[in-house]
């Protein structure tokens, strides 16, 4: 007498399902990486823009040319210049000449604005919406919800 076996192969198995839920889980966890938050990425755009600045200022007071950064609200782009806005240099780190704020949907509520350091380090602003009060100019950042400042003392170029 024989006996038979009957195999149904119509089913997962746990190793199957396992895996299914660990690739899923790792799918997830990116995804929800990848999602910005406001507030880290207006303190991250403001500490970015102040260390440009003051990258900018300790170029001026290494050579007798006046280095600057200039502010286009209508790019939303931001770029280290020598001598004259035209005149575009790439910042350390950087690919292009340009940072680009609203490819993080951040932007400067000023509009446009240039400032320029001397071979002292002193600051020079050259546009209207953002100038100096009580010695001190304050630029404001903002996400839509979200906004931080940076501020530049006038007569000491100090960055915060």
Do not use: C
């Amino acid at each position: 007498m024989r006996i038979k076996i009957i195999r149904n192969n119509n089913g997962f198995t746990l190793l199957e399902v396992i895996l299914v839920l660990v690739f899923i889980s790792i799918f997830a966890t990116i995804a929800v990486l990848r999602q910005p938050v406001p507030e880290v990425t207006i303190r991250s755009a403001s500490q970015v823009l102040i260390s440009h600045i003051r990258y900018a200022q300790m170029r001026a007071m290494n050579s007798a040319e006046p280095w600057g950064v200039r502010y286009s609200d209508a790019s939303g782009t931001y770029w280290l210049f020598r001598e004259n806005i035209a005149n575009r240099q790439v910042f350390p780190g950087a690919s292009e000449d340009d940072i680009d704020l609203s490819a993080d949907g951040v932007s400067i509520t000023q509009g446009d604005f240039t400032l320029r350091f001397d071979n002292w380090g002193v600051p020079v602003i050259e546009d209207a919406g953002f100038a100096f009060s009580d010695g001190e100019a304050t630029l404001t950042l903002s996400t839509g919800t979200q906004s931080g400042d940076v501020t530049v003392i006038e007569n000491t170029g100090y960055t915060r």
